[in-house]
């Protein structure tokens, strides 16, 4: 058992009798009256994101998991397909346990988390950015960086991104995986 002090990121807790994720929190202390940490919880087996606040010092059952390193092979539909980097052994996810999967290209290395009671996958922590390049987007206007306008950019695995107005078809740039927007032109 934990308590709300343990509270993080990334933290697998057992709640309503299922298991998720925490993806957001943060301690509040108001003035008046008992602290408590409002979070974002997101269920490892239906993907649904729910709001809960815990008050300070509650008990909270957390699930021990192992992380461990996969390779994205390809995705056939709604499943995609994982080679473990160390023993080579295959397995297959569904499409809601990913949380950016139009944003996971062939080949790239993952980190997926194990229940460790049972072995079973609870969910995939792409890297923090990704470099992907732009395979369709409305011709750049050279010198046109003052604003903060954008324009939508289609990338190489499909999925749609909006870039400013100087990026063009060719160029490879870095997106955040978490918020799934353009960080910056790749050079190379």
Known sequence: MASTSDIRKGLCIRYNNDIYK????????????PAFVRTKLKSVS????LDNTFSAGHKIEDVRVETRSYQFLYAEGETYHFMNTEDYNQITLQESALDAPGLLKEGEIVKIMFNTEDSMPLSVDMPAS??????????GVKGNTA???TKPAKVETGAEVNVPLFINEGDKIKIDTSSGSYMERVKE
Not at 130 to 139: A, C, D, K, S
């Open 130 to 139: 990704v470099v992907l390049e732009i395979t369709y987007t409305e011709p």
């Open 22 to 33: 925490i993806i957001e929190f943060l301690h509040v202390k108001p003035g008046k009256g």
């Open 147 to 149: 604003t903060n306008a």
């Open 46 to 49: 239906t993907g649904k994101v």
